[in-house]
């Protein structure tokens, strides 16, 4: 059975408050990967644990001690846990989500203030950093807490929740603390499924259900030569320049075409069957759609399944920027003394951060000293998760897919998403349990982009929808 | 005949007064590179025409109208002209320095306050930017009058003085200017010669005079594709990515053992001499200098002849950064959308920017259309001057010789040099009278870098050589 009326109307009529509840949040820069801005996560997470008390929910913000961040040893965000809901009848759901977003600067060629949402009424976009990556979808959760509250509907399930604030910087210390207390009588003791809303439709229109994610593995590449940062008039042509050394090999790293030229990498890759082909071949998705999210025509390949699965299925090497070069406006005639390019490889079944960093580590080591340089050089893996993959078929997935076809009249897309959620794994290999993937945004979001967004239909019928999923489950015999 | 003994004991006596003029001007982080300190450059300014008046010199700071930095219409640091002396028997010699400077931060690496002269008592190395390059040299000149005055010593020449702001951003305004003013009874008419302090000993022992410069070609080459920076789990894989594009064009650029890579920029390279060859092998110059001086060993060859051809007449290329990429220390997984590498070569006879140039562009097209992208490219000279050589046997070289002789007891090495100073080439066309470039700084100075110093003995004796340099022309008979 599907939701009550009365939650849907209740949601419509408190759109507004809904809103006002993801300004205040958006308002709060809790940039995890920056130091200096540690002190607003926590006070996000503040924020986060005052809304949830304020609905009748169990909180215990857990500390996770400290960590070292570019040098800097700095507090880590705590994990805030809720409880709501301990009737032995009912499921106990668990919902996850991150309170910490990416970095976001004017200068980086936002529109508006990244940390002011900010609503254009015509399009009914709601621009503001986190607002749809991960904030949004949040609180949603608590929207549909409010609403069952308000409303006097009874919740159909138990609810428990996991909300961290180091998702964009690796989630450290979370898995140690889910696998802490999964034991009897421990707080994720007893959990039926899993649900995250951490994703995105794959175009602007039409909602989908997520079965598997990419992993990742981070490196920083570091190549270092004279002590200081040197003029090229006094010393170009005379010495190894570190500059040089870094580029010659990060282009060794990827070919233009997305191929990635590390030897080993392909055979990683668990072959696609025939059953997975037709999934990719029904999806409601054209390279238009990406073209459109992208902002211009710049698809990989004409191909619509070759695009899916270069995203879904297929490993992924981005070179993200580099450390201690020149980075300003203006022209600066500098040897950089030491130059750091950052570079992150996407993993799918059966590629791991282990056996990836071994192909990686020595791959780099050959190629660099190809180079025939004095310059020397150092490797790290900043952070790493493996990639995950659930059974589409699991009554979890039948109640989202039941919700969904409820709120938005459609049958959702069955997709395999490209971005990374460790904390997915962690829950399905701690926990033993399903875990499903039921995202609020629309492809077009612009998530870790500028001008990032979340569509108002989406962060309301989004409610609706998370909303109608817990009744969906909630009906579900408890077997 | 030397300058008068009264001279060198001002200098020597006055060492602490003359520090603390220079540590005034490296307070003022007059960096014109960088739009946001522009009103430091106009501060700078005003402090030197100030101490030039102070003196008795005739000042007229010329207003150079605006330029546009970075989008940003900007007012041009004005021109410094001055006079001092108009004795029809005596020649006219005309200075030149400038009071602009590189950026610099302390995250650069800096272990001081950049804009805070730092001495070293042990050492005698007085850290700050600008300090060597060229608020040193160009304060020389002040101490040389400031000591003539205060002893009443007849200055043995009439002075002309050309101070600009903008040398290290491509000398905007500068040569319009001086073309300008070379009419009869212009400012510049009648000048015999011209002296220019702003490069470095080879060494941290042998002085030097420099009868050679690089040119410079200063190129951004821009790559965009999608409209705004993306997410690398969302969309790695899917579309081109700039960055990608932009590191295998900048492969093709460079060796890792310094060769240029560009077809064409060899064969405009003339030819080395026999002679050439000698001056080279004699120079007091090792490979272990220039490892000394990078503070690593980094050389690109353990042949000194070979090395320093690479410096003083070979031509270099140096990647100096990529602006709109990840710069910042952490992980970040984005793609970013519009990505623009910054490089520079350095020109020797018979390169010159518009005919290197004219290589660059059609190289690094033709090299782009074979990646194969759907990213979009823009090429961009951001500044360039062409190189610079005159005759080392002009009495303007005998006399700064002669100077070096009696103040350093050594004979100096007679030097080409690696670096920049378009106006050197502006001066010798414009005025058709020979140019010395007579330093007053070591090679160890780390001028454009962190830690850039200048040794206290250096500021005190360097000053004593630019007034003994002025008794020594002053004797040559005018003819």
Aim: proline share 6%; glycine share 10%; with cysteine.
């Amino acid at each position: 059975m599907a939701a009550p009326q009365q939650f849907f109307s209740y949601v419509d009529g408190n759109a507004g408050s809904f809103i006002q509840r993801l300004a205040k949040a958006v308002a709060i820069p809790s940039v995890s990967g920056d130091g200096s801005s540690r002190k607003h996560v926590f006070a996000m997470a503040e924020f986060l644990a005052h809304e949830m008390e304020a609905l009748g929910i169990q909180v215990n913000s857990v500390d996770l001690g400290n960590h070292v961040l570019d040098g800097e040893e700095l507090p880590l965000p705590p994990v805030i846990l809720g409880s709501f809901g301990h009737d032995p009848k009912k499921k106990i759901i668990l919902v996850y989500g991150h309170y910490d977003v990416q970095p976001a600067l004017v200068s980086d060629g936002w529109d508006t203030d990244p940390f002011v949402l900010s609503p254009d009424e015509k399009t009914g976009r709601m621009y503001g950093r986190g607002a749809s990556d991960d904030k949004g979808p949040l609180l949603g959760w608590l929207n549909v807490l409010e609403a069952h509250i308000k409303s006097n509907i009874e919740l159909p399930v138990n609810l428990r929740f996991c909300f961290e604030g180091m998702e964009e910087s690796g989630s450290e210390g979370l898995d140690e603390l889910i696998n802490s207390r999964v034991g009897p009588g421990e707080f994720f003791d007893g959990v039926d499924c899993v649900c995250i809303s951490d994703n995105y439709w794959l175009n602007d229109r039409t909602p989908c259900v997520t079965y598997g994610l990419r992993g990742i593995a981070y490196y920083k590449v570091q190549v270092s030569g004279p002590q200081r940062d040197l003029h090229s008039g006094v010393f170009g042509n005379t010495v190894h320049e570190p500059m040089t050394d870094l580029i010659h090999l990060l282009g060794q790293l990827v070919s233009t075409k997305g191929e990635i030229k590390i030897p080993g990498i392909s055979s990683l890759v668990a072959p696609v069957t025939a059953d997975e082909m037709k999934r990719y071949e029904v999806l409601d998705y054209t390279v238009a759609d990406i073209e459109h999210s992208a902002g211009a025509q710049v698809a990989i390949s004409d191909n619509k399944t070759r695009v899916l699965m270069g995203r879904m299925r297929e490993p992924s090497l981005s070179i993200h920027g580099i450390e201690g070069a020149f980075s300003a406006p203006g022209a600066k005639t500098v040897i950089p003394a030491r130059v750091s390019g950052k570079f992150s490889i996407r993993l799918v079944p059966n590629m791991t951060p282990e056996n990836v960093d071994i192909l990686v580590f020595r791959y780099l080591q050959e190629e660099f000293a190809k180079l025939g340089t004095k310059s020397a050089l150092k490797i790290e893996n900043l952070h790493g998760g493996k990639p995950w993959l659930a059974d589409p078929n699991h009554w979890n997935y039948r109640a989202a897919i039941k919700a969904t076809e409820t709120v938005y009249k459609k049958t959702p897309d069955l997709t395999r998403e490209g971005g990374s959620i460790p904390v997915t794994l962690t829950f399905a290999e701690a926990l033993g349990v399903n875990v499903l993937l039921l995202p609020m945004g629309r492809g077009d979001d612009g998530a870790h982009s500028t001008n990032e967004k979340l569509d108002r239909s989406n962060y309301i019928e989004g409610t609706k929808l998370l909303g109608s999923y817990l009744h969906e489950v909630g009906i579900i015999s408890k077997s």
